[in-house]
């Protein structure tokens, strides 16, 4: 049976001594303020400096204000706290032990044109949870397993990270899928609603991370695919208590700051200058920026572009996603879920029924006699208009819920951004990892090479806490356990000589 791992780290006493190791974390999102939490918990002096006004990155949730709805704070979209998210789950924790923060859903949903699928009540054990699914699906016939590419499906059960990127990096996910020789249908609801997920379009992910992400959210998950949502706007429940919590522990809290240059000096500190001209002097530094923010410090820090310069410059975004938030003036009916996935249904990836789960938005549905819709969709054509990209998603939710024909728009927000980071075919080796070339430097994010698999929000927690780990372990101090699903497959690795002796 697969169970959770914990990551061996370097053992150590508890606690720094006073004043003995100053760190500048430049950005405050998760994976900077994982890293604040380590280094302030054992006694580091801490500077957290983000560009925003506010904290969380690319969760983060600012106040809005929509004319017809009032103010409300506007988030970059919906997330799904799933149950393998063990190192983001404790980071949570030191602001809310229980978790209570977090509501269940019952179903994660997938709609498509041929119908819908289910993910509830599936095991947790591999690959019992792979036949139960595989059963369920209705575009999937007995016939049609004949076909399929035993070979290359099996490597989903192999996964092994050393292993998997050397065979399939260079693959894309597309090439990889194709080869599957899984029926049109049953590829749509079964694979390309979950490649689709990352932001990354199948043409181009590498084949690899697909592998990778397959293990971390199904095959290699021992908590299941159902997942959590936040009752609360993230600014309430999250990224205000940390940051509080943060400040109480004696953390200088820079937000609406942009670090514009990092030097590095000779006796090994570093010097971190803002555009408001501050200067702090410090023994190393976390970058817990986004790609496009931690390529263009690097660009500005000439002391630190020899050593990075290479690694930082092969990071790239991918194309960009756009969400939708619709405050409508009739409710969706009953039955609806709070959240569900959707393919095939033009550039729609995801409805969102905020009221559903959140505080805020259930408060304004109740005194309005309507509902809170968010619309999203990942890695949108770069040449696609703003009106082109709405009038899609209306017409997606339209064909969903087509109770929502009928509503009035009181409000709306539509955000578009391009930040999230590419995985494309043949870029894992040259992707920097958290330890850096400079004595005193280190990366982290959703976009840093791992030495397990992890993803989007629980890749940011925990490349922040393993980069916290190594600053501390220069000090000879113990840091924060890392836990981890398994990090091999099924049939991945050794565990694959236990289970079956003949698989290579």
Known sequence: MLTRELLPQPGGRGRLAANELSVAVVGGGIAGLAAACVLV????????????????????????????????????????????????????????????????????????????????????????????????????????????????????????????????????????????????????????????????????????????????????????????????????????????????????LAPDTDVVEIVRHADGGFSVATAASRCERVDACVLALSVPGLKRLISSSPSLAGPLRAGVESLEVTLPFAVWRLWLDVPTLRGRPPFAGTTGIGLLDNISLYDRFEDQSRTWARGSGGTVVELHAYAIPADASDEDVRRDLLAGLHRCYPETRRARRIGERYLRRCDCPAFAAGSFASRPGVVTEIDGVVLAGDHVKLPIPSALMERAATSGMLAANHLLARHGVAGEPIWSVPRRGLLGGRRAREWLPWVG
């Not at 103010?71 to 393998?84: T, Y």
């Not at 575009?139 to 399939?168: E, G, I, K, P, Q």
């Open 41 to 252: 918990e054992h006694g580091a002096r801490v500077v957290l400096y983000e560009k925003e006004p506010h904290f969380g990155g690319r969760a983060g949730a600012w106040t809005d204000r929509v004319e017809g709805v009032g103010a409300f704070e506007m988030e970059r979209g919906f997330h799904a706290f799933f149950r393998q998210y063990y190192n983001l789950r404790e980071l949570i924790r030191r602001v809310d032990p229980a978790l209570d923060v977090l509501v269940p859903l019952e179903d994660y949903p997938l709609l498509g044109p041929e119908g819908s699928e289910s993910f509830a009540r599936l095991s947790h054990r591999t690959p019992l949870n792979l036949v139960q699914l595989v059963a369920r699906t209705r575009s999937l016939r007995l016939r049609d397993l004949a076909r399929v590419n035993v070979s290359a499906a099996l490597a989903m059960l192999r996964f092994d990270l050393d292993r998997t990127y050397a065979r399939y990096d260079a693959v894309t996910a597309k090439q990889y899928l194709d080869g599957l020789g899984f029926p049109p249908a049953a590829r749509q609801m079964l694979f390309d609603v979950f490649a689709h997920s990352f932001f990354n379009p199948e043409a181009t992910m590498s084949a690899a991370e697909l592998l990778m992400m397959f293990h971390f959210y199904f095959v290699g998950n021992p908590e299941g695919l159902v997942f959590d949502v936040v009752r609360r706007p993230f600014s309430h429940a999250l990224w205000g208590p940390l940051a509080s919590y943060l400040a109480a522990r004696g953390a200088e």
